[in-house]
């Protein structure tokens, strides 16, 4: 018997969770389908990244609050179930609203009548309501709520304390249960209705990728006309409130900004044009970056290294890294190409010292802090980012 259960606990949106309510006295038991994560995060060794989760996790294990499993069993002997199951993309960039109803009938055999089921993970509109209508046609009588998750991955932990937590729920019933129980691990909750805690969430992260998108967009502009875009964005942001926010360039990646961009896309028709927009500025960096060095060198007869292959920088999550992107169109123009990432162990990555040593030109693929001070040497370096000492910003 458990308080909570989270399906898909191992993950980078789970896992920070299930610490977070074990700490705050919940037993909770981290359900996953990865036999490995399920073993190594048991053996008290965190799976990924995030600040100051190495360390709660020894602590949750050792009080026995919080333990992982395989089992999908341990579902039906929770109070509270919680899901971080996401809505995916198809080939034709629609949302695929099947894992849902693959959820409820893959777990509908473990749950049982009187148990909240919150989902936490990021959802087309609609989705809160359609998993309650397939639970009721089930024959099950459970509470509904979306609480969805707010945070930055690799500040999971501390982020989930301190920022406000969304909480709607299908019934007045379910809702004030999702609030209790977030009031846990937060001061503030905010309640909504379920179709309008979906839409801030979304809205959230498209928000984000276009204010990327601008940003990508003005320095391509500058680039083109020979002007440093950060000597722009300076002179823009210092001591100016107004534009204080305003990001630099590079990639706009992860596994959430441009999914839930489309989302958005496909809730409002395929119109949402300047969502549309930021997608083809934001996707089309890494090709313009190759376009760009391939008119200042002769990349066909040149060694290349991307250093950097996260979405992000100080991470080690790989997934729909733009750095990826930037490889492919590099290994089309250049002789050789080599990546390295401190973080990622990849079969074919090489260490920044051998990346540095063999390439004629390097890439900053992404911003990690260890290439702040990091010694080229005279080597040329592409730095969309701006994140090196010497890094060329203009191509």
């Known amino acids: 018997m458990s308080d909570i259960v989270i399906i898909g606990g191992c993950g980078h949106v789970g896992l920070p969770l299930g610490l977070a309510f074990a700490d705050a006295g919940k037993n909770v038991i981290a359900l996953d389908r990865d036999a490995k994560k399920v073993a190594e995060t048991n053996a008290g060794r965190m799976p990924f990244l995030d600040k100051g989760a190495d360390e709660l996790l020894l602590k949750v294990l050792k009080n026995k609050t919080f333990s992982c499993s395989t089992d999908p069993d341990v579902v039906s002997g929770a109070d509270t179930v919680v899901t971080v199951i996401g809505t995916p993309l198809d080939e034709h960039l629609n949302p695929r609203l099947d894992v849902f109803r693959t959820l409820v009938g893959e777990f509908g055999t473990f749950l049982r009548d009187g148990q909240l089921l919150v989902l936490r993970s990021t959802v087309y509109p609609g989705t809160t309501a359609l998993v309650a209508r397939h639970l009721k046609d089930a024959g099950l009588n459970i509470d509904v709520a979306f609480c969805p998750e707010r945070v930055a991955e690799g500040v999971a932990l501390e982020e989930i304390h301190s920022l406000p937590q969304l909480v709607s729920g299908v019934t007045p019933k379910a809702q004030q249960r999702a609030d209790k129980l977030f009031k846990l691990l937060t001061k503030q909750t905010i309640p909504l209705e379920p179709i309008a805690a979906e839409l801030a969430k979304l809205y959230s992260n498209a928000w984000r990728y276009i204010q990327f998108a601008a940003a990508n967009q003005f320095y391509q502009m500058a680039n083109d006309y020979g002007v440093d875009f950060y000597a722009v964005h300076h002179a823009m942001t210092e001591n100016y409130p107004r534009t204080k926010s305003f990001p630099k360039a590079g990639f706009a990646a992860g596994p959430c900004l441009f999914k839930d961009t489309m989302q958005l896309s496909a809730f409002n028709r395929n119109t949402f044009f300047l969502g549309h927009a930021a997608m083809l500025v934001n996707e ?112």
């Open 284 to 395: 089309g960096l890494p090709s313009y970056v190759v376009r760009r060095a391939a008119k200042r060198w002769d990349l066909q007869n040149m060694t290349c290294a991307i250093l950097g292959m996260a979405f992000k920088g100080d991470s080690d999550d790989p997934r729909d890294s733009l750095s990826y992107k930037l490889k492919k169109g590099l290994e089309v123009e250049c002789k050789k190409v080599l990546c390295s990432d401190p973080f990622i162990n990849s079969p074919g990555f090489v260490t920044i010292e051998e990346a540095v040593k063999q390439a004629d030109l390097i890439f900053i693929g992404t911003p990690h802090t260890a290439y702040k001070t990091y010694d080229f040497g005279k080597k040329p370096v592409v730095d969309i980012w701006h994140a090196t000492k010497e890094g060329i910003t203009v191509l």
